[in-house]
């Protein structure tokens, strides 16, 4: 969980299932691939809804936060949804879940430390 200025939050979730992910590495014949693949995407899915549905600011000292930066861990398997599915991080981010691999949860994070960082220097110069 991250702190936002005026008390916000931000939740990052790192319970992504990568076995369909997985099961279609591990294929091997072009039709056992697909089928994997697409029901990875499908759980990339249905992640989201559950992400975007969860009810977080019941969680004790956690304001109602302003999204949640679902994480997946493995740059291929965040890479692979969204090559198979153009629409998963719009649809994610108009239900307040933005969708992070390896690659740019670092950049993320580093911008959300500037955005407190030009709130507290706002709050300063008033």
């Known amino acids: 969980m991250l702190l936002l200025p005026e008390n916000r ?6 319970k992504m299932n990568l076995l369909d992910y997985q099961r279609g590495c591990d294929a091997t014949d ?3 691939r697909e ?6 995407v499908v759980a990339m899915r249905g992640h989201v809804r559950q992400l975007s549905d969860k009810d977080y600011s019941r969680l ?22 969204l090559r198979r599915d153009n629409s998963l991080y719009d649809d994610a ?3 307040k879940v933005v969708l992070v691999g390896p690659g740019n949860l670092l950049a ?4 959300i430390a500037q955005i407190w960082r030009i709130e507290k220097q706002n709050r300063n110069w008033k």
């Open 93 to 95: 981010f108009n239900s």
């Open 30 to 32: 072009d039709g056992a």
């Open 9 to 14: 939050h931000i939740v990052i979730d790192a």
């Open 35 to 40: 089928r994997a693949m697409a029901q990875h």
């Open 108 to 111: 993320s994070l580093r911008l």
């Open 60 to 81: 004790e000292g956690l304001q109602s936060p302003e999204l949640v930066l679902m994480f997946v861990p493995v740059e291929g398997a965040f890479l692979e949804a």
